[in-house]
């Protein structure tokens, strides 16, 4: 049994038009559009892009658009799921609106920096944007503090309900994620980065000195509150990326290197959790 993947669909073309005016989004540019489903953002990217590739998993949808596009030279329709589709391995932006209940499938593809866009635009549950930017009242998530070296996240538009059909029951906005010409952490130490983070907010302790007392002593830990202005009893969320990013570097220089291996491995270990978790609810959703 194949699971589908509900969308709810823009409107208003105008409103489509204006988002675009407002966008880093350019006329040489090659768009992907994930979802593309009834064309409507299709058709006006179409009059402003070099290239527009349209991807749709749903079949029937898929037949419209090459209907509708077919005698367009600058789309490509791929009938394909989005999550095993081919990035392109040139440059190219993303303007979508996408199927809500794989947000973070879709998120997590296209910030891996080999393969990432230079900008993208989604239309996606504002819940999930504030997730992903680390707002509001400034607290970060693990997938914010993952994810800000190398990429910014904003939300640059706010969306009404009847904007969509069907009207969603949740809020809507338009989630900006741009690649940083210059990654705030140095690429060779992404790996270790990750899983420092990744330690840091799954080791199920109430306080991040609890939580890397076998890592940073708790002389080194009072040391670093100090300097970067956190309360000694702060939890992962407490603080805000700036203060994540100068203690990876106490970390990279201040701690040894037997100690720093105890992070290894922490961002692999969660994603086969997670992969895992996926697996049972996938199941269940089909025995149902």
């Given amino acids: 049994m194949k699971l589908g993947y509900s969308q709810n669909f823009l409107r208003n073309p105008d409103l489509i038009e204006k988002l675009l005016n407002s966008s880093l989004i350019k006329s040489d540019d090659t768009v992907l559009e994930i979802g593309a489903g009834n064309g409507i953002i299709t058709a006006v990217l179409v009059k402003r892009c070099k290239l527009v590739i349209a991807v749709e998993i749903d079949k029937n949808l898929v037949v419209r658009l090459r209907q509708k596009f077919g005698q367009s030279r600058n789309v490509k329709v791929c009938e394909a799921n989005f999550l095993t589709f081919p990035l392109p391995k040139d440059e190219y932006s993303i303007f979508a609106n996408i199927p809500f209940a794989i947000t973070a499938d879709i998120i997590r593809k296209i910030t891996k920096i080999d393969t990432a866009p230079v900008v993208s635009y989604l239309v996606v549950q504002k819940e999930a944007a504030q997730k992903f930017s680390g707002c509001p009242y400034g607290k970060e998530t693990l997938s914010s503090v993952l994810n800000k070296p190398w990429f910014d996240f904003s939300i640059t538009h706010e969306f009404l309900r009847n904007d969509f059909v069907p009207a969603p029951r949740v809020d809507i ?28 907010f799954t080791s199920f302790r109430p306080t991040l000195r609890s939580g890397y007392k076998h890592i940073i002593s708790n002389t080194q830990f009072s040391k670093l509150a100090k300097d970067l202005g956190f309360d000694i009893d702060a939890n992962p969320r407490d603080l805000v990326f700036e203060q994540w990013l100068r203690m990876f570097a106490f970390f990279v220089r201040g701690i040894d290197e037997k100690k720093q291996q105890l992070v290894r491995g922490s961002l692999e270990k969660l994603n086969k959790q997670q992969e895992g978790l996926e697996k049972i609810h996938r199941t269940r959703i089909i025995r149902r």
């Fill in 173 to 200: 906005v338009l989630l900006k994620i741009t690649k940083l010409e210059k990654p705030l952490v140095d690429p060779k130490q992404m790996g270790l980065y990750n899983d420092f983070v990744t330690y840091g």
